[in-house]
């Protein structure tokens, strides 16, 4: 269950050493730099960087397959796109009228600007996923908790109730499987399923807010400063996701990372181009190569 589902553990990696704030940081400069650029060529390397630094925090195998499930969303995108979009010279393919999609004349603009989008997609995707299991999710409420206690609380317990969810989920669809008919098959087995893993979260939810109010929680009062001295690998991923946002920024207002679909496709490859892609790989992936300190 642990290896289907998307958990944070503590491993030997630079960006589990780092804290947890700087590592959601860095985090978001990926995803804001999957935002901001269009070029084909600079989003495939931001595709590649993010992959080695999956490997690099010793998630590469996780990162995969999430990579791999995510053809169900970046298929349907292209299509889509190719389905409805007019505006391309490029035309490979007239499928005559298509009701309301039209007439149906399939272009290679609508083909690339699909695929761009899709592969922005599918960086989101694997950065959230990179997030979600090297960044801390205890240390990012600790972090909240000096903000609004109470708030931080309720992101913790529903945090910590995904996993037993699952395996009470798990454990009931083994209890089914063992009744002399047999589980339920299609809808009706799962509405089942869904219906007691309800039925017990709410039972559970009640347990947990009475055990809560005994223990005195609603009386807490904001939790007090401790100071944390910073690592050689929180100003690393710092300077890190610096360097991503501001190749992001040049990439996206200057030429060299410039792209268009329509009506035409106009992706030129310059030096500058070259210089982007090196730069955001070496920005991302810097912080990796110093493993001192990581246990």
Known sequence: MRS??????RMASPLHAARAGVGALWAGALALAALLLFHPLVLVALLAAVLCAGWGAGVGRTLARSMRRGAIVWLPIVLVNVLVSREGLTVFARLGNLGPFGQGELTVEAVVYGAV???KVMLLILITTLAS???DPDEMLRILRRLSFRSALTASLATRMIPVLAADAQRLAEAQRTR???APRGARGRVALLGAVIGGSLDRAMDVAATLEV???ATARRAPRSPRPWSRHDVAFLLSAA???ALAILGRVSSVASFNAYPEIHAPVSVGTVALC?????AVLLPFTDRRGIE
């Open 4 to 9: 289907s589902l998307l958990f944070y553990r």
């Open 117 to 119: 989008i899709a592969l």
């Open 133 to 135: 299991l090297t960044v």
């Open 180 to 182: 002399p008919e047999g």
């Open 215 to 217: 223990r005195g929680f």
């Open 243 to 245: 360097a991503v946002l």
């Open 278 to 282: 090196l730069g955001l790989l070496a």
